[in-house]
């Protein structure tokens, strides 16, 4: 059992680091999208907001196929679809087939966002002890990874076709041997399949759905305008003014890492608070910095801060629905929840640029803030079970090792 369950969180694990590649890969080269296929300035923001829309769509459409269909099987086929969807995006030569391509990348982030927090959150209910944190953190290491990949892309003029295919070429294979040794959770009962789609999973989630919203208000806000910040705002050189955002992406690969280590001793309530209040006085840093070295210590903060949210937003998710209603019903609150990730990347860059040219980026930074300090309200439902995730060491659980990827 423990040998399996090994082996589940590092094919998830691997799974996680495989997207985190793939999504930078993506956002870091827009500019070279955009040049390839003549996309004005004006119909830009279109292709950009439908990705997300069209990720909140395929997470809807998991939450009903998760009740016949096993996770590990949606994400088994949806990331491929991702990685050939990225080459398609990469190698195209008209407009219709990058929409056709963006489309299909939309709709299977979402299905793949959904079903490997659904492994995680199963896996980590499986050890009896908090281990999401440490899937976030590899998808970090792979975003550093990716981004790395487009600068030099970037860097020596290469066609996107060159720069992802590569990249495809390895992790479209790896992913699919590691899927053999995905770990599903407890099947549902006929019993709970009638509590996955009532309104009591709503009413229990709205708090966590807000926070997630508020931290990805947050995280866009780092990666659509630190660097806008950095140079408009507080001076900086155009070449200093790239360094937040990777500042920011190492110390939320940093906390991550560590994330887990401080939930077993302290408790998810304790973490969530102390990362709240670290992100909450990152932007208050970044709204007063005087120049760009203090503003990029004000990003640094924010991804010590901001990390922890999300993972552990997913994990009491799951937990909270998995003790009312059963595992079908976990499964089904961490996909309503995923459509809130969405839902703030939407939200966050275009609320920022609008209060920025309105009012002034200062004032703009401390809307995020107080949205994230809302999460302090919400901390208690963070808690768990006196018996959950205090241990030191694996605790076994119920897992269905048996049928893995190839069971529905």
């Known amino acids: 059992m423990t040998e399996v369950l090994r082996r589940g969180r590092a094919s998830l694990a691997f799974s996680f680091f495989a997207q985190g590649v793939a999504f930078a890969l993506l956002v870091t080269r827009i500019p070279a999208v955009q040049d390839r296929y003549g996309v004005s300035d004006a119909l830009l923001p279109v292709f950009l907001a439908a990705v997300p829309i069209l990720a909140g769509v395929g997470s809807v459409t998991t939450e009903r196929l998760v009740r016949r269909v096993r996770p590990s099987r949606l994400l088994r086929w949806s990331q491929p679809v991702v990685l050939l969807a990225l080459l398609g995006v990469g190698a195209g030569d008209r407009l219709v087939g990058m929409a056709a391509a963006l489309a299909a990348f939309g709709l299977a982030v979402g299905v793949l966002d959904a079903s490997m927090n659904m492994l995680g959150v199963s896996l980590q209910r499986s050890y009896g002890r908090s281990i999401m944190l440490s899937f976030h953190a590899v998808y970090s290491l792979g975003g550093i990874l990716g981004a790395s990949l487009a600068w030099v892309g970037a860097h020596w003029h290469l066609a996107l076709w060159v720069s992802y295919l590569p990249v495809v070429a390895v992790l479209l294979p790896a992913t699919l041997v590691g899927s053999r040794w995905y770990v599903d959770g407890e099947p549902a009962s006929p019993e709970g399949q009638g509590a996955e789609g009532g309104g009591v999973v709503f009413k229990l989630l709205l708090p966590l759905c807000l926070v997630m919203t508020f931290a990805y208000i947050g995280d866009s806000t780092v990666s659509n305008w630190s660097a806008k910040y950095l140079k408009d705002v507080l001076g900086s050189s155009e070449q200093l003014a790239t360094v937040p955002y990777n500042v920011y992406m190492v110390t939320t690969l940093l906390g991550r890492a560590i994330g887990d280590f401080g939930v077993r001793r302290l408790g998810a309530v304790t973490v969530v608070r102390l990362g709240t209040l670290v992100a909450a006085g990152g932007f208050a840093v970044v709204a007063s910095a005087p120049g760009a070295w203090v503003g990029m210590l004000g990003f640094t903060l924010l991804g010590l801060g901001l990390c922890v949210l999300v993972p552990q937003t997913f994990a009491a998710a799951g937990r909270h629905a998995f003790e009312h209603h059963g595992p079908g019903a976990s499964d089904a609150a961490v996909a309503r929840l995923n459509i809130f990730n969405y839902v703030g990347f939407l939200v ?6 609008a209060l920025g040219d309105a009012w002034s ?31 030191g060491h694996e605790r076994p659980r119920t897992a269905d090792v048996g049928r893995g990827s190839n069971g529905v």
């Not at 949205?371 to 995730?389: C, G, I, K, M, N």
């Open 348 to 353: 966050g860059s275009p609320l920022v640029g």
């Open 361 to 391: 980026y200062r004032g703009a930074m401390l809307v995020p803030m107080v949205l994230v300090l809302v999460t302090l309200v919400y901390a208690r439902s963070f808690e768990a079970q006196p018996d959950r995730y205090g241990g």
